[in-house]
């Protein structure tokens, strides 16, 4: 992150997967940054816009009602969101060519977003989320829409409402 001054500041974030045994590029997927790419720009009162590849408003509001943080063989969703009938395929946990809001103020946190797509005759995707954290409560709700890959003329919606309290030793989510 990079200070502008007066209350911006300029961000990159490049993810890529190396193999660590060997220092190869990780194949798992088409794309060579495969978890995260993007550029933006963030102010200290209007929030943050960032352009490029990022999970989707929805993922991260799942990811923080899941116990296991997504990982293992227990995680909630996974990076397909193969759950609910909603299976894209794909790495679809993340947007491509994607255009990202945040705002946080008060204990509120809103994410907006958008995947352009690049295809003839493809619907692009949405997203939204609003999640509340005050002390120990933790509440969400969160949407994506996005093109079937069955049928053209159809969109999969996926929407999620959930909430955990920490009682320190216990922290259920629901």
Do not use: C
Request: aromatic residues 12%.
């Amino acid at each position: 992150m990079e200070d502008l001054g007066g209350g911006l500041s300029v961000k990159f974030d490049l993810e890529h997967r190396v193999l660590p045994g060997t220092g190869a590029v990780n194949t798992t997927s088409n794309n060579q940054f495969w978890d995260k790419s993007i550029v933006g720009i963030t102010s200290q009162t209007f929030g943050e816009v960032t352009l490029g590849r990022d999970y989707m408003p929805l993922f991260y509001s799942q990811y923080l009602l899941d116990p296991w943080l997504n990982q293992g063989v227990a995680e909630v969703g996974g990076t397909t969101y193969a759950f609910a009938g909603y299976n894209l395929g794909g790495a679809e946990a993340r947007y491509n060519n994607g255009i990202f809001y945040k705002m946080a103020a008060n204990g509120f946190t809103v994410m907006l977003s958008s995947s352009l797509s690049e295809e003839e005759d493809v619907d692009n995707r949405y997203g939204a989320a609003v999640n509340y954290s005050a002390g120990p409560l933790f509440v969400t709700v969160a949407y994506d829409q996005a093109p079937s890959n069955v049928d053209a003329d159809e969109t999969n919606s996926l929407v999620i409402i959930g909430a955990s309290y920490d009682f320190g030793m216990i922290k259920p989510r629901i």
